[in-house]
């Protein structure tokens, strides 16, 4: 009784595109691996928005270069500092929209992010895309090799 249930549902559940709003609802036409990618890339934020230093870590691959969306250059070490002393506080990493390349070893994931970084200056919130380039290896699993943001262009005030 329970198989009929599930392909009764699965019948009824809305096809959505690939660049859906919500992550939970398009991931469900991901392959497994996309989605277990995916849920590592959530992992990720969560932990970097609770600054969680040793779980954090796990996910960052140890040549990781992480580029900022003003063009900082931060390494593993040097990311995980800013985030440690304060340099760096996330308070959100929204995503709006993903696009996922899956290969056996290496992922791309590219989209748009909302982002609000506290630094020890100023509040930044702003719009993004982003590039994100995971590999995977047999002890650590999916890890986050290269990050790149570039932020949406100012609106233009209106004179």
């Given at each position: ?9 699965l ?8 660049f859906?709003q ?13 989605r ?26 140890p ?5 900022h969306s ?55 919130s702003?719009?993004?895309h ?8 047999k002890k ?18 209106s004179?």
């Amino acid at each position: 009784m329970k198989p009929f249930w599930i392909a009764f549902v699965l019948l009824l559940t809305p096809t959505l595109p690939t660049f859906a709003q919500k992550p939970d609802l398009y991931t469900q036409h991901f392959s497994r691996a996309e989605r277990d990618l995916f849920k590592v890339h959530q992992q990720r934020r969560f932990t970097t928005i609770r600054g969680e230093i040793p779980a954090l870590s796990r996910f960052l691959h140890p040549d990781l270069v992480y580029v900022h969306s003003n063009g900082k250059t931060d390494t593993k070490a040097s990311f995980l500092e800013s985030i440690k002393s304060g340099a760096l506080r996330y308070e959100a990493i929204e995503d709006q929209g993903n696009g996922i390349f899956s290969g056996p070893t290496i992922s791309v994931l590219s989209g748009t992010v909302q982002m609000r970084v506290k630094t020890p200056e100023r509040v930044l919130s702003f719009q993004a895309h982003y590039t994100a380039v995971y590999c995977r290896d047999k002890k650590n699993g999916w890890q986050l090799l290269r990050w790149q943001t570039t932020r949406f262009p100012e609106p233009e005030k209106s004179k």
